[in-house]
């Protein structure tokens, strides 16, 4: 199997081997391979995360909808500035992932729901690649395309995802679509929720244009859950590349 081990992107740590987290997104299922936890992924910055303990209070502006559990507001002092948003593209399969910003490069395949109605996650040889959820738009058509990945490994080390709370406003994430084609999305904002207050509609509902959710796990690991408390979930638009 081959493992992904995070880049050096911003933060170069020395981990300790530790347990296995799971990737849970909004009450997916989390399972373990060991009985210690790496310590705990990076965070976005207070800026543009939702804490644990706080409720979330406006949805992103491209959202459709709304409900009570909905993304609060972002704002930074070194916001980037709005990205030309590029018109939708064709269907077309996302085949491989880049987070320049991070140093992640994955191989992407298509996952479904689980027999609980969550997200599938990735498994076996491919437990450490991301994954696409095949039940939204496939990245570059109009709405939220949703990718995910573990946040720790099955060798108990860091997984594809463990550095995404680092990614930041107006980073790039390219998809390699199975067209030929490379879908180039910016990020708009980097957020931490913690898993009761997950806002199903604004990570899952309808967009105005074509939009990428990335998501993992994040925050403190409990152990008497055995899980991390939140997730982190990247949003972010297509744009010319």
Known sequence: MQTKQPGSGRRRAGLVAGGVGLLLAGGGTIAWAASQQVGPPPAPPAATSTTKGETPSASPSTSGGGSGATASESSSSTASPTPSVAEALPAAKPVAVRLPSIDV???????????????????????????????????????????????????????????????????????????????????????????????????YGA??????????????????????????VVFAELVQD
């Not at 946040?151 to 790039?172: A, C, I, K, W, Y």
């Open 207 to 232: 967009t105005q244009g074509p939009e990428l959710r990335v998501i993992t796990c994040g925050g403190t690991y409990d152990e008497n859950a055995r899980r991390h408390q939140d997730n982190i």
């Open 105 to 203: 490069k994955s191989p992407v395949h298509p996952l479904g729901l689980n027999a609980q109605g969550g997200l599938e996650v990735p498994s076996g040889d491919r437990y450490d690649d991301v994954a696409w959820y095949d039940g939204s738009p496939t990245p570059g058509e109009v709405g939220p395309a949703v990718l995910e990945g573990h946040v720790t490994g099955s060798s108990h080390n860091p997984s594809v995802f463990f550095e995404l709370g680092d990614t930041r406003q107006g980073d790039r994430i390219e998809v390699d679509r199975a067209d030929g084609s490379t879908a180039t999305f910016e990020v708009t904002q980097v957020k931490e929720y913690p898993k009761a207050d997950f806002p199903q509609v604004d990570v």
